[in-house]
């Protein structure tokens, strides 16, 4: 075959540079942001009456993004809609807003710390759903309550009305069966709306009987995971109604336009509001059934207030003893509940008085909000102190308080004295499983407190009690809790290790499995929080001891997520290493490093990257080739970027030594891969390189490029492998950048080839005999794919090759000129090219024939024929 010589194109790259710029066009941006919604402006025009001659247009502007399908669905989504449909809290969240005002109204002695119910119950309907069929007994009404005329006698009103309850009773109601969560939900909300309709219309006795048949739905616990939400549900009803009555009674004590005050007593109330609100406790104390007769008297109970001042404290015992008539353990303990839900604080005041209150008190404390509990932390402690502990262990209540003052903050002036009366019966505990469950929860609250020195005291007192007789080793879980509160508000790790016995706490962890957890606790803390780099030697020794347990837990049986995950936090501490311009030192820290995380290899590249002087001692030493390579590479760059042109000839030549070891597969994230995609990528980035690399005086012309076409020949490529001949391709991009005048980018203070030779003849020539060699293998190449199941990879090729000639070649030379038509017709030959490819080829091809210095590319153009498949 006949030698192409080759002839590159000289370059311009400055003025390549501005004509590849994209344009820029100034651009007012005023109020605009991509992220901004839309808005919509939509005119409307208002035509004026016939004397005006002109009309008035009135602009509305919509600021919401406009959605097609909304407009399409007139705003209805019927996603959304059935979502709606199947969720409880949403059916039931047009009733909260009145339900949160009334908690307000209802609860002023407990403070705006408490949590209101309102809040509670949206959880406890969200929690506890069914897919069972659910059963209802619905009221169906009666007329008997309609025949009363205003002239009856007050006796047969009542006896009247009376036979309406007993008619209630005995039977006027029906039941519904299979009925769904939602359907049983929508039927409660109907009864909620009857007994309003029925309140308003003056039907006082239906509404009691709706309210006396919910409270009998509270005695069917046969879906019990539905129970919650019931008596969420018929509460709300009971509350309603207790309202209303309430409200009604207040209405009638109205004199001469004045309200009774919030805090009125009983003698401000007139008689006819008293004789009302008896009638309605003889109303219900008629009811016969114990369950409906308990609730509705609860939900007016506070209606009591109208008669006596101790009349709800005298209702309490008789109502608490009502409900151990109730058989049904569950439904009983509802009941108490909603007892407490109508008056809390007498409850709290009833309960103080009895001797035994312990379980209460804690019951108190793990269900009420942290910020309630913690406004009054003295006022429990006082009721911790005089508790029974026979009963209920007084350190059990003492962690309870200290699990809300973790969430919590207590009064700041009495932030001391708690931490004292909680730490004087902690320290007492004489079993360590007492003791650190209680010392657990109250490190937090002297954490946040507190400054090291309490912390310091807190900790020397649980390594005093745990020590003894290794209690340590059945305390693991609570002691890595420790410390991960103390460094969660402890993050400043000077501050951190001057806490005296920290570094002891940690010699407690004895099992390795746990001491890798905690080291790795506090390295993670580290990294997140040292913003600066340090060089304090208490950090750093502390550190470096800490990361060696890391790394010596290391075995043949650890994962690879595992090792992967150590190294990454000693690479991160190392990387927050420095000692500025003392460089001993910093050698120093880093040959010390070396040698500590001798076992971890992401640790060891780090190393090498950081420290030039490891890289021949250490990189050989690394398992993974690519790796290797990649480490020579980069430390030829970091050489020659310091002007080490010795050492970057010595690391570019171990690179070039290193190609041939590469094996045809690699493991590859646990999987075998092909590895000439990888070499390929290596290749490319190494020929970027070599571009910028002065020859050796001693050495030939382009020793290196030379060096490295010879490994790439001898190199043993797959059979069904194009990546030889396009590593060639590129090779070609890298000669033809050798020859221009001044080379595309340099390295700063390195004399490169285009300022040692200054466009030398005889350095020329030589680039010429190595294009030669190179096209002659990549033409060699592609006859070999001349047969027909190769047709395909001939062609891709081949384009790929005139794509290089057009890009980097001098095609007023008339040979290489004809080699550039040869390959476009061999690329469309057989029919394999992509038409809109060589199309676009051609276009820009004509379009650079435009240019002044391109005009040539007009007759090119013309030799290139489209050639269609058929």
């Given at each position: 075959?006949a030698?192409?010589p080759w002839?590159?194109?000289?370059?311009?790259?400055?003025?390549?540079?501005?004509v590849?710029?994209?344009?820029?066009?100034?651009?007012?941006?005023?109020?605009?942001?991509?992220?901004?919604?839309?808005?919509?402006?939509?005119s409307?025009?208002?035509?004026?009456?016939?004397?005006?001659?002109?009309?008035?247009?009135?602009?509305?502007?919509?600021s919401?993004?406009?959605?097609?399908?909304?407009?399409?669905?007139?705003?209805?989504?019927?996603?959304?809609?059935?979502a709606?449909?199947?969720?409880?809290v949403?059916?039931?969240?047009?009733?909260?807003?009145?339900?949160?005002?009334?908690?307000?109204?209802?609860?002023?002695a407990?403070?705006?710390?408490?949590?209101?119910?309102?809040s509670?119950?949206?959880?406890?309907?969200?929690?506890?759903?069914?897919?069972?069929?659910?059963?209802?007994?619905?009221?169906m009404?009666?007329?008997?309550?309609?025949?009363?005329t205003?002239?009856?006698?007050?006796?047969?009103?009542?006896?009247t009305?009376?036979?309406?309850?007993?008619?209630?009773?005995?039977?006027?109601?029906?039941?519904?069966?299979?009925?769904?969560?939602?359907?049983?939900?929508?039927?409660?909300e109907?009864?909620?709306?009857?007994?309003?309709?029925?309140w308003?219309?003056?039907?006082?006795?239906?509404?009691?009987?709706?309210?006396?048949?919910?409270?009998?739905?509270?005695?069917?616990?046969?879906?019990?995971?539905?129970?919650?939400?019931?008596?969420?549900l018929i509460?709300?009803i009971?509350?309603t109604f207790?309202?209303?009555v309430?409200e009604?009674?207040?209405?009638?004590?109205?004199?001469?336009?004045?309200?009774?005050?919030?805090?009125?007593?009983?003698?401000?109330?007139?008689?006819?509001?008293?004789?009302?609100?008896?009638?309605?406790?003889?109303?219900?104390?008629?009811?016969?059934?114990?369950?409906?007769?308990f609730?509705?008297?609860?939900?007016?109970?506070?209606?009591?207030?109208?008669?006596?001042?101790?009349g709800?404290s005298?209702?309490?015992?008789r109502?608490?003893?009502?409900?151990?008539?109730i058989?049904?353990?569950?439904?009983?303990?509802?009941?108490?509940?909603?007892?407490?839900?109508?008056?809390?604080?007498?409850?709290?005041?009833?309960?103080?008085?009895?001797?035994?209150?312990?379980?209460?008190l804690?019951?108190?404390?793990?269900?009420?909000?942290?910020?309630?509990?913690?406004?009054?932390?003295?006022?429990?402690?006082?009721?911790?102190?005089?508790?029974?502990?026979?009963?209920?262990?007084?350190?059990?209540?003492?962690?309870?308080?200290?699990l809300?003052?973790?969430?919590?903050?207590?009064p700041?002036?009495d932030?001391?004295?708690?931490?004292?009366?909680?730490w004087?019966?902690?320290?007492?505990?004489k079993?360590?499983?007492?003791?650190?469950?209680?010392?657990?929860?109250?490190?937090?609250?002297?954490?946040?407190h507190?400054?090291?020195?309490?912390?310091?005291?807190?900790?020397a007192?649980?390594?005093?009690?745990?020590?003894?007789?290794?209690?340590?080793?059945?305390?693991?879980?609570?002691?890595?809790?420790?410390?991960?509160?103390?460094?969660?508000?402890?993050?400043?790790?000077?501050?951190?290790?001057?806490?005296?016995?920290?570094?002891?706490?940690?010699?407690?962890?004895?099992?390795?499995?746990?001491?890798?957890?905690?080291?790795?606790?506090?390295?993670?803390?580290?990294?997140?929080?040292?913003?600066?780099?340090?060089?304090?030697?208490?950090?750093?020794?502390?550190?470096?001891?800490?990361?060696?347990?890391?790394?010596?837990?290391?075995?043949?049986?650890?994962?690879?997520?595992?090792?992967?995950m150590?190294?990454?936090?000693?690479?991160g501490?190392?990387?927050m290493?420095?000692?500025?311009r003392?460089?001993?030192?910093?050698?120093?820290?880093?040959?010390?490093?070396?040698?500590?995380?001798?076992?971890l290899?992401?640790?060891?590249?780090?190393?090498?990257?950081?420290?030039?002087?490891?890289?021949?001692?250490?990189?050989?030493?690394?398992?993974?080739?690519?790796?290797r390579?990649?480490l020579?590479?980069?430390s030829?760059?970091?050489?020659?970027?310091?002007?080490?042109?010795?050492?970057?000839d010595?690391?570019?030549?171990?690179?070039?030594?290193?190609?041939?070891?590469?094996?045809?597969?690699?493991?590859?994230d646990?999987?075998?891969r092909?590895?000439?995609?990888?070499?390929?990528?290596?290749l490319?980035?190494?020929?970027?390189?070599?571009?910028?690399?002065?020859?050796?005086?001693?050495?030939?012309?382009?020793?290196?490029?030379?060096?490295?076409?010879?490994?790439i020949?001898?190199y043993?490529?797959?059979?069904?492998?194009?990546?030889?001949?396009?590593?060639?391709?590129?090779?070609?991009h890298l000669l033809s950048?050798?020859?221009?005048?001044?080379y595309?980018?340099?390295?700063?203070?390195?004399?490169?080839?285009?300022?040692?030779?200054?466009?030398?003849?005889?350095?020329?020539?030589e680039?010429?005999?190595?294009?030669?060699?190179?096209?002659?293998?990549?033409?060699?190449?592609?006859?070999?794919?001349?047969?027909?199941e190769?047709?395909?990879r001939?062609?891709?090729l081949?384009?790929?090759?005139?794509?290089?000639?057009?890009?980097?070649?001098?095609?007023?030379?008339?040979?290489l000129?004809?080699?550039?038509?040869?390959?476009?017709?061999?690329?469309?030959?057989?029919g394999?090219?992509?038409?809109?490819?060589?199309?676009?080829?051609?276009?820009?091809?004509?379009?650079?024939?435009?240019?002044?210095?391109?005009?040539?590319?007009?007759?090119?153009?013309?030799?290139l024929p489209?050639?269609s498949?058929?």
């Amino acid at each position: 075959m006949a030698a192409f010589p080759w002839h590159a194109r000289s370059r311009n790259y400055v003025s390549e540079s501005e004509v590849c710029k994209l344009e820029s066009v100034p651009l007012d941006f005023g109020d605009y942001h991509p992220l901004k919604p839309i808005t919509v402006t939509e005119s409307k025009t208002k035509k004026m009456n016939r004397k005006g001659s002109t009309s008035s247009t009135s602009s509305s502007s919509s600021s919401s993004m406009l959605d097609p399908l909304s407009s399409v669905l007139d705003g209805t989504d019927p996603l959304s809609l059935f979502a709606a449909a199947a969720d409880p809290v949403t059916t039931t969240a047009t009733m909260d807003s009145t339900r949160k005002k009334r908690d307000k109204d209802d609860s002023p002695a407990v403070g705006s710390d408490f949590e209101p119910w309102s809040s509670k119950r949206g959880e406890i309907l969200a929690r506890y759903t069914t897919t069972e069929k659910l059963s209802i007994n619905l009221y169906m009404g009666s007329e008997k309550g309609k025949a009363a005329t205003t002239g009856s006698a007050v006796s047969e009103k009542v006896r009247t009305r009376l036979e309406e309850l007993d008619d209630l009773e005995e039977g006027s109601q029906k039941e519904l069966l299979n009925l769904t969560q939602q359907d049983y939900m929508n039927r409660i909300e109907e009864l909620n709306q009857s007994l309003k309709d029925a309140w308003s219309s003056d039907q006082k006795v239906k509404a009691l009987k709706i309210v006396i048949q919910c409270s009998k739905l509270l005695s069917d616990t046969t879906v019990i995971q539905f129970y919650p939400s019931k008596f969420v549900l018929i509460t709300d009803i009971l509350d309603t109604f207790g309202k209303l009555v309430y409200e009604r009674i207040q209405s009638m004590c109205v004199d001469n336009r004045v309200s009774l005050p919030d805090n009125f007593s009983p003698e401000c109330v007139n008689d006819t509001a008293k004789e009302t609100c008896l009638n309605w406790f003889f109303k219900i104390a008629s009811i016969r059934e114990l369950i409906p007769r308990f609730y509705v008297e609860a939900a007016i109970l506070k209606c009591n207030k109208f008669l006596s001042k101790t009349g709800i404290s005298e209702c309490l015992p008789r109502l608490t003893s009502m409900i151990r008539g109730i058989g049904d353990p569950l439904v009983a303990v509802y009941a108490r509940a909603y007892l407490c839900r109508v008056l809390l604080t007498e409850m709290m005041e009833r309960c103080k008085k009895l001797g035994n209150n312990a379980l209460l008190l804690n019951s108190v404390m793990s269900a009420f909000r942290a910020e309630f509990i913690a406004a009054r932390s003295m006022d429990f402690i006082g009721m911790i102190k005089e508790c029974d502990e026979s009963g209920f262990p007084k350190h059990l209540l003492f962690r309870s308080l200290g699990l809300n003052l973790a969430l919590a903050d207590p009064p700041e002036n009495d932030c001391l004295q708690i931490l004292n009366e909680a730490w004087k019966v902690i320290t007492k505990l004489k079993n360590p499983q007492d003791y650190i469950n209680c010392a657990e929860v109250w490190v937090e609250y002297t954490c946040r407190h507190f400054t090291k020195r309490e912390v310091n005291t807190v900790l020397a007192d649980v390594i005093k009690h745990m020590t003894p007789d290794r209690a340590f080793e059945d305390a693991y879980p609570q002691l890595q809790s420790i410390i991960q509160k103390v460094i969660t508000y402890i993050y400043d790790f000077s501050l951190l290790f001057s806490v005296e016995k920290f570094l002891p706490f940690l010699d407690m962890f004895q099992k390795e499995s746990v001491r890798v957890e905690v080291c790795k606790c506090i390295m993670e803390s580290f990294i997140k929080h040292q913003q600066e780099s340090t060089k304090d030697p208490v950090i750093l020794n502390a550190l470096l001891h800490i990361c060696k347990t890391m790394h010596d837990s290391v075995n043949a049986l650890t994962l690879e997520d595992e090792k992967r995950m150590l190294a990454a936090l000693i690479n991160g501490f190392i990387k927050m290493v420095s000692f500025g311009r003392d460089f001993e030192q910093q050698l120093s820290f880093y040959v010390e490093a070396r040698s500590t995380f001798c076992n971890l290899e992401p640790v060891l590249v780090q190393l090498i990257h950081a420290c030039v002087a490891f890289c021949f001692i250490t990189i050989p030493s690394l398992s993974s080739i690519f790796t290797r390579l990649n480490l020579y590479l980069h430390s030829g760059q970091v050489a020659l970027a310091n002007q080490c042109l010795s050492q970057a000839d010595a690391f570019f030549k171990a690179a070039v030594s290193l190609v041939p070891e590469v094996p045809k597969m690699i493991s590859v994230d646990g999987k075998m891969r092909p590895s000439d995609a990888f070499l390929l990528e290596f290749l490319c980035n190494f020929f970027s390189t070599l571009l910028v690399v002065p020859d050796h005086p001693e050495q030939g012309v382009l020793f290196l490029v030379r060096g490295l076409l010879n490994v790439i020949q001898d190199y043993t490529w797959e059979d069904n492998s194009d990546d030889k001949i396009r590593i060639y391709t590129n090779v070609l991009h890298l000669l033809s950048a050798m020859t221009q005048e001044a080379y595309i980018y340099h390295v700063d203070k390195v004399d490169s080839n285009d300022t040692l030779y200054g466009g030398d003849s005889k350095f020329l020539a030589e680039i010429n005999k190595l294009c030669e060699t190179v096209i002659a293998q990549i033409l060699d190449h592609l006859k070999t794919l001349g047969k027909e199941e190769t047709l395909k990879r001939q062609s891709q090729l081949a384009l790929y090759f005139f794509n290089t000639i057009l890009a980097h070649g001098d095609l007023r030379n008339n040979k290489l000129n004809q080699l550039s038509v040869n390959l476009w017709n061999l690329a469309q030959k057989h029919g394999f090219a992509d038409t809109r490819t060589m199309v676009k080829t051609l276009e820009y091809i004509k379009r650079r024939s435009n240019q002044p210095e391109m005009s040539h590319f007009t007759d090119l153009a013309l030799r290139l024929p489209l050639q269609s498949r058929t």
